[in-house]
């Protein structure tokens, strides 16, 4: 009887050894991907971009009896020894916060609502390797590398994922706040697990990728805009003046505030809009 033969160069090989050499590999990859569908916790992100953007989040805890929030990073070990000495019994209603185009910025937006009681993580997109601006803040115009709209998205289902396992964080009083390109994050992002979104800075009017407003029916929304912002005129970029209003879905439990005073893109200095954003989150 003639044996099966494989060619390796010039070189005949039993068909038999072939298989029983690819066999364990077969085996093992096979076994590998059960394993996956078994335990997906041994997939790990360890220093990927996305993982680095909440790695690196700046977070604000609130205290008691009058004391200035925490802030840092969870690294960091300040913000280690107080959750360690923090009663199990304890949540807190968290904010996720998306900063805007060219980065965090100040931190006290982020303040006045740790303050209020709320813990704030706000994951930094340029933790990444490869994050290019997609505005130019000279120029007061956005647009370029459009792609970071969707790395925006996934930042907020990541830092979802993460605050999941936080045994301080209160998983059924989140709250989404983006400023900015934060906030067409927050318009556009589609899930259910928040409890109301604040878009602040955004007018969820424009190109057909960014318009528009992905809160599911029912979820209040507070949507912040001035209405001189000279980055949404017409002069410097086409149809985007307006304000988030025109798409609510539960107009009832929504709001748009639009301030009237003051040609500026930023609206957290104004103490109508944090009176407003903090009015709101407490309702809710």
């Given amino acids: 009887m003639r044996l099966w033969e494989m060619d390796f160069g010039g070189f005949r090989v039993p068909g038999i050894f072939v298989l029983i050499l690819l066999l364990?590999?077969?085996?093992?990859?096979?076994?590998?991907?059960?394993?996956?569908l078994l335990n997906p916790s041994i997939l790990t992100e360890g220093d990927s971009?996305?993982?680095r953007t909440f790695d690196q989040a700046t977070v604000l805890l609130p205290r008691q009896k009058g004391l200035e929030p925490l802030a840092g990073k969870l690294?960091?070990?300040?913000?280690?020894?107080?959750?360690?000495?923090?009663?199990?019994?304890?949540?807190?209603?968290?904010?996720?916060?998306?900063h805007g185009c060219n980065g965090q910025g100040r931190l006290g937006p982020l303040q006045a609502f740790a303050?209020?009681?709320?813990?704030?993580i706000a994951p930094n997109s340029f933790?990444?390797?490869?994050?290019?601006?997609?505005?130019?803040?000279?120029?007061?115009?956005?647009?370029?590398?459009?792609?970071v709209f969707d790395f925006r998205l996934v930042e907020i289902s990541y830092a979802l994922q993460r605050m999941a396992a936080l045994p301080w964080v209160d998983n059924d009083r989140l709250y989404l706040i983006g400023t900015s390109e934060g906030g067409v994050a927050a318009a556009l992002y589609r899930g259910e697990e928040f409890r109301a979104r604040i878009i602040a800075q955004w007018t969820c009017h424009g190109a057909p990728f960014i318009r528009g407003l992905a809160a599911p029916k029912g979820e209040p929304v507070l949507a912040i805009v001035r209405s001189n912002d000279?980055?949404?005129?017409?002069?410097?970029?086409?149809?985007?003046?307006?304000?988030?209003g025109a798409f609510f879905k539960s107009p009832e439990r929504s709001r748009s505030l639009?301030?009237?005073s003051g040609v500026a893109h930023d609206v957290w200095g104004h103490s109508g809009a944090m009176q407003a954003a903090l009015d709101?989150?407490?309702?809710?």
């Fill in 258 to 260: 639009v301030i009237d």
């Fill in 127 to 147: 933790a990444r390797r490869f994050r290019p601006l997609q505005c130019s803040p000279s120029e007061r115009t956005g647009g370029r590398n459009i792609f």
């Fill in 230 to 244: 000279p980055w949404y005129q017409p002069e410097s970029t086409a149809g985007q003046l307006g304000d988030c």
């Fill in 280 to 284: 709101f989150l407490r309702q809710k």
């Fill in 24 to 36: 364990p590999t077969a085996c093992e990859s096979e076994s590998w991907n059960r394993s996956e």
């Fill in 49 to 51: 971009d996305i993982a």
């Fill in 115 to 120: 303050k209020a009681g709320f813990a704030v």
């Fill in 75 to 98: 690294s960091d070990e300040a913000l280690r020894d107080h959750l360690v000495n923090l009663p199990s019994s304890e949540h807190y209603p968290t904010i996720l916060y998306m």
